[in-house]
């Protein structure tokens, strides 16, 4: 009976780490529309006012035939560049549906499965598994090695390698010391990251200021003070500490002595924060998890597996004999038990244990039966038995019962 229980598969509990797979592609969707509704409206109303304007001026004669045909060409050619667009948009909203039936479809076929033991199960896993290794090769900017991944495993539309690749290219442009990409990012999401009230377009701002006060030259400084009054000055009420800086670095060049109060704002490190700050924002933005879902599968596993004694001072003097195999907890092996080290420990709400324990002399406990199942395998006599885990011998008679209450 608690053999079946455990192998009954809990749907619900697979899905937590598969909520992604379904947002990304809904928040994809929902810009793509947003990008579309603002062509519309956009185009609209200026083809709108170039009509009225154009009827008023001939109407009142005040324009020529000419100019009427040169305005009426000029409006067709602003509706053909809006229809590019939005077809454009319209084959992405395409693939994005496609995009989605193909994960929905990928999470119904757990549904049909019932048990861990079901040969169908193996095969979604291993499937969930090459999701999630592709997903930890996007993040970490192994974007070749992902896509050939997913084209050898068949999973293309189960991995946002086009996501990642946008977003590696834009922090690269950052390490590399530009942050033009990550304008243009900005100002495509504006209204979404003054929601989420992300401080990223100020601090590349900033970062730009500073580059230009780099330079000492003169016209590079008055350029940086016309800048810091354009885009710093009118977050002074938000960013009080970091407008204050930019006004005293005027003061403090680069290299002066006097400039070890603004030293890290001059640190080149300041570009890996920003890539970092970036890649917060975009996955927040997209509704991605902060890190790796291979991680986070990992670390359930793990913790999933823990208890007190893995890390105990007897699992530590063990550890050079502990391997993954037959008879061994894997979180006391060689391979994963500094892995696990800093998970929390399982929470076991039913706890399964054999029910002839013993304890041995060296402080662990086993079941009796298995005890006498190793001493045969062992050869030992009748009164010895073996412990299966560190291998040490002792005699019948200095077992222990262990009972639990």
């Known amino acids: 009976m608690a053999d079946h229980e455990h192998s009954v598969l809990k749907h619900h509990e697979h899905l937590l780490l598969d909520q992604p797979l379904l947002r990304l592609p809904m928040e994809l969707l929902r810009k793509n529309f947003r990008a579309a509704h603002f062509t519309i409206e956009k185009d609209t109303s200026a083809v709108k006012t170039m009509l009225k304007d154009t009827a008023t001026l001939a109407v009142s004669g005040r324009a020529s035939q000419q100019d009427v045909l040169k305005n009426l060409d000029a409006m067709i050619s602003r509706m053909r560049g809006a229809k590019r667009k939005l077809a454009a948009l319209a084959d992405e909203e395409a693939r994005l549906h496609l995009q989605m039936a193909a994960r929905i479809n990928h999470l119904d076929e757990l549904y049909s499965i019932h048990s861990v033991d079901d040969v169908k199960y193996e095969a979604w896993s291993r ?198 195999g037959h008879g061994v907890c894997p979180i006391c092996s060689t391979e994963l038990n500094e892995l696990a080290r800093n998970v929390p420990y399982a929470h076991h709400t039913k706890s399964h244990v054999e029910y002839d324990l013993m304890l041995l002399p060296n402080g662990r406990v086993c079941g009796k039966q298995r005890l006498a199942d190793q001493a045969k395998k062992a050869g030992l006599p009748a009164n010895q038995v073996k412990d299966p885990r560190t291998g040490d011998v002792f005699a019948v008679d200095a077992l222990k019962k262990v009972y639990i209450t």
């Open 127 to 324: 499937r969930r598994l090459d999701r999630l290794l592709a997903d930890y090769l996007l993040r970490h900017g192994f974007i070749q090695t992902a896509k050939e991944l997913a084209d050898e495993r068949g999973i293309q539309d189960l991995v946002d390698v086009d996501t990642f690749v946008n977003m590696t290219r834009i922090r690269e442009a950052l390490l590399r010391g530009s942050v033009a990409e990550a304008l243009a990012w900005c100002t495509d999401n504006k209204k979404e990251l003054r929601k989420m009230e992300s401080k990223l377009e100020f601090m590349l701002r900033f970062q730009q200021y500073i580059e230009l006060i780099r330079t000492q030259s003169e016209p590079r400084l008055m350029e940086a003070i016309a800048h810091a009054k354009k885009h710093l000055v009118p977050y002074s009420a938000a960013y009080p500490k970091e407008v204050q800086q930019a006004c005293g670095l005027l003061a403090f060049p680069p290299n002066s002595p006097a400039s070890s109060a603004y030293v890290d704002l001059y640190k080149p490190s300041r570009w890996a924060e920003l890539a970092d700050l970036f890649t917060r924002a975009h996955n927040s933005l997209l509704a991605l998890p902060s890190v790796p879902l291979l991680h986070i599968a990992l670390s359930s596993g793990l913790s999933a597996l823990k208890t007190p004694a893995c890390h105990s001072l007897a699992a530590q003097q063990a550890e050079g004999a502990s391997t993954l």
